[in-house]
């Protein structure tokens, strides 16, 4: 029976987790380093030979299993955010819209910024749909004459506002304003200077009614210098 000898090793304490140094006997052939080496090789922990000197893996592993983990999360996390972010509809920073209906293909155009830009002498149909609706509708024109033919086809009880006014920093400058109109109007005006402007169509009245209105639909032209 060959000599045991002792080897140090690494080892990582079970209930405080710190490493400490141990001394490992190697008994060469015999049963009690038979027992002695299974029981080693059952433990939880393992033992990893790098020139030919014996180091404890378990940081290793704790460091690699915290990696994949936190790998795994964050996938899970930015694989969510772009299927909200995918099954959202697109909204608006600048102010609520609403979806186009069949009595208004213009809509949203509740704000300059998403109005449609209109051309000279051509008929566009749209609606108030509801109490606080409001619709614009943007023209880039040149000095001159402005012109709006406008027609109402509904029989509400409710009144049109109408206001025609040069692009701003906010809501522009009101160049030509009409209230209360009941029925078809003409509107006329002289356009100062070449630019941005915008017809902004509202029922003033209905938005102070408590009762939800029915569509109001109506048509108009435009008659400028492009």
């Known amino acids: 029976m060959r000599t045991p000898t002792i080897r140090r090793v690494l080892k990582i304490d079970n209930n405080s987790h710190r490493s400490i140094n141990v001394d490992l006997i190697l008994a060469y052939s015999s049963n009690y380093y038979k027992k002695l080496h299974n029981i080693y090789l ?59 209906s069949a009595n ?9 910024a998403f109005a449609p830009y209109i051309n000279s002498n051509t008929s566009y149909t749209a609606a108030i749909d509801h109490n606080r609706d409001a619709d614009f509708f943007n023209f880039y024109a040149k000095p001159g004459d402005f012109t709006l033919a406008f027609s109402r086809l509904s029989a509400s009880k409710h009144t049109f506002n109408i206001f025609v006014r040069k692009q701003g920093e906010t809501k522009g400058e009101t160049i030509k304003s009409q209230f209360g109109i009941k029925g078809n109007t003409t509107l006329s005006v002289n356009i100062p200077e070449e630019g941005r402007y ?17 569509p109001m639909p109506y048509t108009f032209k435009a008659f400028f210098n492009q």
């Open 104 to 112: 208004d293909p213009y809509e949203p155009n509740d704000d300059p």
């Open 198 to 214: 915008y017809i902004y169509i509202v029922s003033s009245d209905a938005a102070f009614d408590t009762t939800p209105i029915n």
């Open 42 to 100: 059952q433990s939880v922990y393992k033992m990893v030979k790098i020139n030919s000197t014996y180091y404890h893996s378990f940081w290793r592993d704790l460091f690699v299993k915290k990696v994949v983990a936190s790998l795994l999360s964050l996938s899970l996390v930015l694989s969510a955010s772009v299927s909200a972010l995918a099954a959202e509809p697109a909204k608006s920073l600048k102010a609520p819209q609403k979806a186009a």
